[in-house]
Nanobody
Framework: QVQLVESGGGLVQAGSSLRVSCAAS????????MGWFRQAPGKEREFVAA????????RYSDSVNGRFTISKDNAKNTLYLQMNSLKVEDTAVYYC?????????????????WGQGTQVTVSS
């Protein structure tokens, strides 16, 4: 089990950039693949991005591909999501999650441990 705490959310204008982080506790962070999900008001939580345990393989949703970059620093026990060219529709609570699956899953049920979320609001 790993404990996750997100940070870095905030209010930004459309077209700008923001980086959110996810700090993990425990010695086994390097053995987990990680993912970012988000939930907008009135909508279901959706997959955003995932990264393999070693950081070499990534996967993105179509809506963020080319604008967002997921990365993982195992030495710092930290996961990142760099978000560029932000749009109003990116407004949501962003969650990080950990999984033992080797194939990067896009479904919530495949992830075992979750953070509490960080709010990202993009204004027009």
């Amino acid at each position: 089990q790993v404990q996750l705490v997100e940070s870095g959310g905030g209010l930004v204008q459309a077209g700008s950039s923001l980086r959110v982080s996810c700090a993990a506790s425990g010695r086994t962070f390097s053995t987990y693949a990680m993912g970012w999900f988000r939930q907008a008001p009135g909508k279901e939580r959706e997959f955003v991005a995932a990264i393999s345990w070693g950081g070499r393989t990534t996967r993105y949703s179509d809506s963020v591909n080319g604008r967002f970059t997921i990365s993982k620093d195992n030495a710092k026990n930290t996961l990142y999501l760099q978000m560029n060219s932000l749009k109003v529709e990116d407004t949501a609570v962003y969650y990080c999650a950990a999984t033992r699956y080797l194939v990067l899953p896009t479904t919530e049920s495949a992830y075992n441990d979750w953070g509490q979320g960080t709010q990202v609001t993009v204004s027009s």
